[in-house]
Structures are given as structure tokens and as C-alpha cells.
């Protein structure tokens, strides 16, 4: 293609800059034709030669130019999804149209000589000009003044067009805002009237304490009621008191003073009792008013107000807020007279590019409409999934950004149960992201992956219709893994091969959320519940009897099981085909085995394997060394297990494993 070079004194960053535009036979000014620019490394040599060119020249100065393509590898997957698509800057076709070429497109390539091979020709060309000038030709300038006119005439047509453009918008900025803030006064005026009625319901908390608590040399004082939810904090040394429920102000002060913390002047509540339904988050130079909505984090509440410390300045974002905002500062200690209001600040809705890799959740689950089919709709809805192949993204990991990034690398193999060095480039199952595949076939990004290990969902305490999808997930997970419940450890690592069985089992995983990660949201009434009060609410425990050393409950082959430990060790050895006994004697011994001492497992080579559910409580572990020394004593096979094994069981037991049928085609081994 035919590309025209402008030199751009006018140019903010470098006055060197050459522009690189279409010719000016598309029509339009420089700014309409611009493309982009020269590359600074280029204009040391490459600009005095373009400007003295253009000087000297009554027409434009150019070269051609061509659009680099590039090849779509075996990763970049040729399968097309029918799903919206607009055209960018960054993807101008459609991944239909690339598949159809055989080729991404790339970035645009000049095509011209080198500075040392142009200087000559062009300092030639400009000598026979300033020639033909002593004979009587065009004046030497004519082409300067071409060139400079050219670039101010597209400034003053740039400037008047803005111009219009910037009065028009400000009249529509300004009935808009009008609008937006007359909106904004008529949600509020509702809002208080709700407010008024939910100040009159009871709050429903009883035994509410204060209780100290430190973190890594920070003392914090927290507020918790009877089922040990936290409703509150005291910000140490001299406050204020934060709660999620302004109505238990009066209770929670009555536990601060029990606790040993008491205030001098507090305000009386019974004459500030027009609150709002909101909680007040302490930041270093300001406090945000929020109102409170049960089933959002802290940090996704809307906020409605802001109080900034240095100036002593409430801004509310809607006039009839402001009495409600002031009475609430009021209860916390801070009398502010001068009250703004304001429009809301404007929030970016752009994404920070690391979040994805940091697993932090993005505004929205984006996957794949080839493995739609393994979630129900209604399941989906919980995670709140647009599906579609997310397409090109320029803040996308390349494979060798992946390679470097240990922390996938990691969790990439501690899921797949590879070595990073059998990884290869692939595209994401789930969401077409770059990824690394295990030689299976199994990719899966990082975010995927971070997701998997249940950062998505998070237990707050409360029910809902989610409670369905984690019950029905870890129902199915069980069935295409386990047929006995899983540990939470057990979830870290896929137990099939079959990628569709594998895409199955991670979406699974979205769903389940892991006590390790719980969140309590904004206002919690509850804790969060534990692995075995989810896998009871599954049935998955059926029939399990709670003791203080561990839940009895039967294997799927019958076999008795005094914990949760030894279930799922139970669980692998029956459906991966090891052949086993339990409670297998030990034999006798004067000194060491006087009791009738009895390990948990028999292989069918002899040797005995044992599940150490207490390895750190002393009495325990005397009774597990005398069998270790039994077995040394008499020859005796033992293999001892714990619970950070659960994750390694295939090849803690592979060499008993069966052999896999010769079939001549890919075979997906046995759960687990």
C-alpha cells in the first residue's frame, strides 16, 4: 500500500515527529488520514531527511507500506462460535474471517532504504532543485509552504470543529446532570422512607461481645454477636465504632465497656435516631458512607456519602441524604456542619490487565460456548457467566509470559499433576485465554485455574439459591471423580484425563467455595459453614456420626471408617482397583505390641498402610513410632499417610495401581 510521510513540528512529545497518514487521495486532512507515527529510534536519522524532502518537494513525500500476517498455530483453535463481535483497531476481523485465511493479522511494516542509502539520493535530489531555482524555477520554500499550510489549516478546522462540538456537549452535559441529579433526589426520598420503616423492625442479634484479636502486630477489637458473625470494629486507640447495623449501636457500646473500653462522651442516640441503613468505612483522609445490601462485599457497596477529614466537608451525592448522613456521623463521634452536594465521582470501568492473573474476580465470568452444556442455566446464572470465546485481547499473557510466571506454573501442575516441562502452548478449554496444556490435552489459564480453587464463590453466611448450585455441584464433581466425598485437598488436583470430563469437573469447582478463602459480606448473619457441614448438606455423609476425634462413616465398598481421612483413602483404593483389607493385626511382640496393635489397610503384597489423623498430638505419635518400629522389627511393608496427602495419592500408589487395557486409543484411567 501507498503511505504518505508529513513531518509534525506541531507535535507535543518530540517536534521531530513524522506522521505516517494515508495518501492524500483518500481524502480528508492529516488528522483524518493519520495512521500513526515514526518510532523514535527512527527520527535521529530518518527525520531531517523526511523534513528536508517535504521542504523541497511540491507534492507529499511517501513510501509503501505492508500489514504483517501472522500464521495461527495449532493452539489458536479453529472452531468458531457464533457470538457478537465489533470491529477494533486491535482485531479487525472476525475470528471467522482469520480462521477462513489461515492468518492473524499484525501490525503495519514501512517499506524504504536505509538512512545511509537515502541521504545521497535525497541530498541529490534537493541540490538539482536549488539548480533549477537560479534558473528561474519555483521558489525553494514552495514546498514548506505547502506542507506547514497543509498541518495548519487541519489544526484550525480541528479547533473549530471542537469547538462546536465541545458547546454542544455541554448543553447535553448540563441537562443530563439535571436529570441524573433530580433522579438521584427521587430514589433518596424513597430510600428515607424505607429507612424509616427498617429502623422500626427488630434487628434480630443476640449476644453481641467485643473481643481483642491481632494480626501480625495490629491489635484490632471486634464486635460479634451470638452465632459468632462479626458485626462491627473498634478502630484502636480512641475509635470510631463501625457496625453494619446501625441499630445495634446502644448493645455493641454496652460490650465495649464490658470488654474495658469505654467512651467519656458519648453522643444520645434517642436524640439521633433519623439514621440510614448504611455503615461508615474508615480510610486514612476520608470516611466513606455506604449503604448496606445484605448479599454484596464491603467493598462493592454503592456509596452515598463521603466525609473528608482535613476539611471537616460532608458530600452527599443526593440532597435528601444529607440530614440522614449527618445524624449518622453524628453517632460516630463527628458533629459536621458544612455539608456539599455533589455528583457522585465518575468510576473507571476499566480493569486493571493483572487482575485476572492475581485470580482477583473481574466484573464478569466470560467462558466458551463448547462447554456451556456442563453447567444447567440455573447454575450459571450463579456465577453470572456471559458465554462466548473472549477473542483477542491486548492484555492477554503471552506463552512466554506464562513460562516465567512461577505461581501458574505451580498451581498449573499441582492441578494437572504434571511436570511444567511436558506444558505446551494451548489455548484455554474454558475461556480461550493463553494457557499451557499437559501432554492429556488439559489447558487451563491462570484465572481459570485461580477459580477453580474456589475464589469465585465465596461463603457469606447467609442462603440463598446458591446453596442449590454448590450442592449440586459437589454432587456431580463426585460423580465424575468420586463416587465418596472428596477432601477439600483433593479438589486442588483433576482426577480424570477425558478433557470434556476435565472441563466438567473444573466448572464444578467454580461453584464450590473452600472454607480456607470464606468472606463474610457487608452484613452476615451467620458463619461460614465447614467442609463437612457442606458435604452433609450434599448427603454426601449420609449416615456419618460426628465424634470428637473424627466423623465415622462407611466407604463406598462397605468398609467401616473412623474419619474423614481414612474415607477417602478408602474411597481411592476401591475405585482405582487395589485390591485391599482393613484392620490388619500386627504381630505380636513383648516389648512393642502388647495391646493388639492394628493398621488401617492391607495391600495384597503385605504391606500395611496406615492414615495418621493426629500425627501432632503426643500419645498419638508414641503409638504411631512403636508401629513404625514394629514393622522395621519384623519386616513389614508400611506405608503412613496423612492429610497433605490426599492430593498425591496416584503416585504415592502407583506402583499398585492396574494396568491400564491395551486398547490402541487414548483411555481415560479410573476416578481418582
Known amino acids: ?79 468458531v462460535e457464533d457470538e457478537p463481535w465489533t470491529p477494533t483497531t486491535d482485531s479487525p476481523l472476525t475470528p471467522a474471517e482469520e480462521a477462513a485465511l489461515g492468518y492473524r493479522m499484525g501490525t503495519l511494516r514501512l517499506q524504504w532504504a536505509w538512512s545511509d542509502d537515502l541521504k545521497p539520493v535525497i541530498s541529490e535530489y534537493i541540490d538539482d532543485k536549488i539548480r533549477k531555482e537560479h534558473a528561474g524555477g519555483p521558489a525553494a520554500d514552495a514546498g514548506r509552504g505547502l506542507a506547514e499550510t497543509e498541518v495548519r489549516q487541519a489544526h484550525l478546522a480541528r479547533r473549530d470543529t471542537r469547538l462546536r462540538t465541545a458547546q454542544a456537549a455541554q448543553a447535553t452535559t448540563n441537562n443530563a446532570r439535571s436529570q441524573a441529579r433530580a433522579a438521584r433526589d427521587a430514589a433518596a426520598v ?79 442516640l434517642d436524640d439521633l435516631a433519623d439514621f440510614p441503613n448504611a455503615t461508615v468505612s474508615i480510610r486514612e483522609s476520608s470516611w466513606s458512607v455506604r449503604v448496606i445490601e445484605a448479599d454484596h462485599a464491603p467493598d462493592q457497596l454503592r456509596e452515598i456519602a463521603r466525609y473528608d477529614l482535613a476539611t471537616e466537608v460532608v458530600m452527599v451525592y443526593a440532597r435528601p441524604h444529607r440530614e440522614p448522613v449527618q445524624t449518622l456521623l453524628r453517632r460516630h463521634g463527628v458533629d459536621a456542619d458544612t455539608v456539599w452536594s455533589i455528583d457522585p465521582p465518575v468510576k473507571s470501568d476499566r480493569q486493571d490487565p493483572t487482575d485476572l492473573e492475581r485470580g482477583t474476580q473481574p466484573v464478569q465470568l466470560r467462558l466458551r460456548n463448547r462447554v456451556r452444556g456442563h453447567l444447567p442455566p440455573e447454575h450459571a446464572e450463579v456465577l453470572g457467566i456471559q458465554w462466548g470465546k473472549l477473542g483477542a485481547s491486548i492484555h492477554r499473557s503471552t506463552h512466554k509470559e506464562l513460562r516465567a510466571n512461577t505461581y501458574y506454573l505451580r498451581e498449573l501442575g499441582t492441578l494437572l499433576g504434571v511436570n511444567a516441562a511436558t506444558l505446551r502452548p494451548a489455548r484455554c478449554r474454558l475461556c480461550h485465554n ?31 439459591p446458591w446453596i442449590e448450585s454448590v450442592v449440586w455441584a459437589l454432587r456431580r464433581v463426585v460423580e465424575l471423580e468420586f463416587s465418596g466425598p472428596p477432601s477439600v485437598a483433593q479438589l486442588n488436583r483433576l482426577h480424570v484425563s477425558d478433557p470434556d470430563i476435565a472441563d466438567a469437573a473444573m466448572l464444578c469447582r467454580f461453584l464450590i467455595p473452600r472454607p480456607a478463602l ?152 479410573a476416578p481418582f
Open 1 to 79: 500500500m501507498l503511505l504518505a510521510l508529513v513531518p509534525r513540528p506541531d507535535n507535543n512529545y518530540d517536534s521531530r515527529a513524522i506522521a505516517v497518514t494515508a495518501p492524500p487521495s483518500h481524502g480528508g486532512d492529516v488528522f483524518e488520514r493519520h495512521l500513526g507515527y515514526l518510532y523514535s529510534k527512527w527520527l535521529h536519522h530518518m527525520a531531517p531527511l523526511i523534513t528536508d524532502l517535504t521542504t523541497h518537494s511540491p507534492v507529499p513525500a511517501g513510501c509503501h507500506g505492508y500489514i504483517e500476517l501472522h500464521e495461527l498455530h495449532e493452539w489458536d483453535d479453529p472452531e
Open 190 to 268: 424513597a430510600q428515607n422512607a424505607i429507612w424509616a420503616t427498617w429502623r422500626r423492625e427488630p434487628h434480630g442479634r443476640h449476644g453481641i461481645t467485643a473481643v481483642s484479636s491481632g494480626i501480625f502486630g495490629s491489635r484490632h477489637v471486634l464486635l460479634l454477636d451470638g452465632q459468632a458473625a462479626e458485626i462491627g470494629q473498634w478502630h484502636v486507640p480512641h475509635g470510631p465504632l463501625t457496625l453494619v447495623d446501625e441499630r445495634l449501636r446502644a448493645a455493641a457500646l454496652g460490650a465495649l465497656e464490658a470488654h474495658g473500653i469505654s467512651r467519656h462522651s458519648s453522643p444520645d
Open 434 to 464: 493463553n494457557a499451557l496444556a499437559s501432554p492429556d490435552g488439559l489447558a487451563y489459564c491462570f484465572a481459570c485455574v485461580r477459580w477453580a480453587q474456589g475464589r469465585w464463590l465465596r461463603d457469606n453466611g447467609t442462603d440463598g
Open 518 to 669: 470464606a468472606t463474610l459480606r457487608a452484613r452476615s448473619y451467620g458463619t461460614a459453614r465447614s467442609w463437612a457441614q457442606w458435604l452433609h448438606l450434599a448427603d454426601l455423609l449420609e449416615g456419618g456420626l460426628r465424634t470428637s476425634r473424627g466423623t465415622i462413616t462407611v466407604a463406598t465398598d462397605g468398609h467401616p471408617c473412623r474419619s474423614m481421612l481414612e474415607r477417602h483413602v478408602d474411597d481411592f483404593l476401591h475405585h482405582s482397583g487395589i485390591a485391599h483389607d482393613i484392620e490388619p493385626a500386627y504381630p505380636r511382640h513383648p516389648d512393642l505390641n502388647t495391646t493388639g496393635l492394628r493398621a488401617d489397610w492391607l495391600l495384597h503384597d503385605s504391606t500395611y498402610v496406615e492414615a495418621l489423623g493426629m500425627p501432632d498430638e503426643p500419645a498419638y505419635a508414641a503409638k504411631v513410632a512403636r508401629k513404625r518400629e514394629l514393622a522395621r522389627h519384623t519386616g513389614i511393608p508400611l506405608l503412613t499417610l496423612t492429610a497433605e496427602d490426599l492430593n498425591r495419592l496416584p503416585e504415592i500408589f502407583a506402583a499398585w495401581l492396574p494396568a491400564a487395557p491395551a486398547t490402541g486409543g487414548a483411555t481415560t484411567p
